[in-house]
């Protein structure tokens, strides 16, 4: 909940940790290597409060007035293979109105899981043409952006890279962590689908990702897409109890 600035008081928060069966892809080499975690520490914000904040936040909390609590969630998803073929339609996942997609960020690596000759932190160029999201009947971007990787013609999906930077983090684009070099060996696609139709109220939103490249897709592509999306949970100060909405 990185977006959620208020207080939050009396709700018990975990730091789940779900480590692979596998420790090859945190390193490079010949050798096997097994990595052992002694200690993990997890820093959180605190305040302490003057004694007529405390009365006011008290009495708050006695009158068990539900809370609710906005915040963007971010979901990983992976596509273990891709079609070999020159286009590819990913139904990613259901999601309910209140779970929207506002960002949708891929990225492709080819060969790179559970290789220790290959740095797993990095991802591929596999010559991608265009993408696009479909949110039922709504699509992102609206127009194509035919990208061509070997002829440096990748202008679109840099700006959209550098935007999401700017528009989610308020970042300065002069500190962005690619270049615009670095981005053809490594790119990474951003579909903004923050401005929505919200007159729109369906029950369901269907999540598609269709994925063109220049060329079929070669075997031992993966795909992976991660999506932030809007999320609300109500909560009672007085309880600790904590409901999804």
Known sequence: MEDYRQVIVNMK?????????????????????????????????????????????????????????????WELYELPALKQAPMDIWPIKTSTQLEKPRWVIVAFQKNKKFSKSEKAANFDNVDIRDIKLHLNSESYPYEAMHLNFNENTYIAAYHQYLSFRRNYYGKDDQDALFDYEYFKSCPIFIVDCSKQNETL??????IKLEMESRNSFEAGIVAYCLILHDALVQYSPLTGEVKKL
């Open 13 to 73: 928060q975990e730091l789940i940790l779900i480590r692979s069966r596998s420790d090859t892809d945190c390193y490079s080499g010949e050798a096997d290597a097994t990595i052992q975690l002694n200690k993990i520490q997890w820093k959180v914000p605190h305040l302490t409060l003057s004694d007529d904040a405390k009365l006011n936040l008290f009495e708050r909390i006695n009158k068990n007035s539900a809370i609710n609590i906005p915040f963007r969630q």
């Open 201 to 206: 109220k369906n029950s369901t939103v269907d």
